[in-house]
């Protein structure tokens, strides 16, 4: 049974800050070009990451603009499923592409608590479900 009541740990709130702020700096960073950056033979390999990473953060930009409906309840379920929705994707970038064990279990954990976040607040506005689906947190990384 959820918790509507339940409020992220401090934990599950650092680690998803964290992981955003990195894959915001490693996007930025191939971005700008600049000299000392890494080899191209390094950015090249990092390419399809930094891709579908940009894809999500843009996707989750697009969603949390949405056009104000009137309700306050409601606009915010609607940008911060956006947010949390952005999350996930970014986390199952990680899973498909990374190599740290350790940070690939704590993506697994961000999509498991970012689903059961946006599960609650759908609940508090009444709203259905949508259809279980697997998690997608068993996913088998890509070969460098």
Do not use: W
């Not at 599950?12 to 700008?32: N, P, R, Y």
């Amino acid at each position: 049974m959820l918790n509507l009541e339940r409020t992220p740990s401090r934990h599950s709130l650092l680690c998803a800050f964290g992981l955003f702020l990195l894959t915001c700096m490693s996007s930025a960073m191939a971005h700008e070009g600049h000299d000392h950056g890494p080899a191209p033979e390094a950015v090249s390999a990092e390419a399809p990451f930094l891709t579908e990473n940009d894809a999500a953060m843009d996707k989750m930009m697009a969603g949390m603009g949405a056009q104000p409906s009137g309700d306050i309840d409601r606009d915010f379920v609607t940008s911060m499923t956006a947010h949390h929705q952005g999350a996930i994707d970014m986390a199952v970038t990680m899973l498909k592409y990374g190599h740290n064990d350790q940070l690939k279990r704590m993506a697994q954990e961000i999509i498991v608590e970012q689903q059961q976040e946006i599960a609650a607040m759908r609940l508090a506005l009444g709203d259905p479900l949508p259809p279980s689906v697997a998690s997608p947190t068993q996913i088998a990384p890509v070969k460098p």
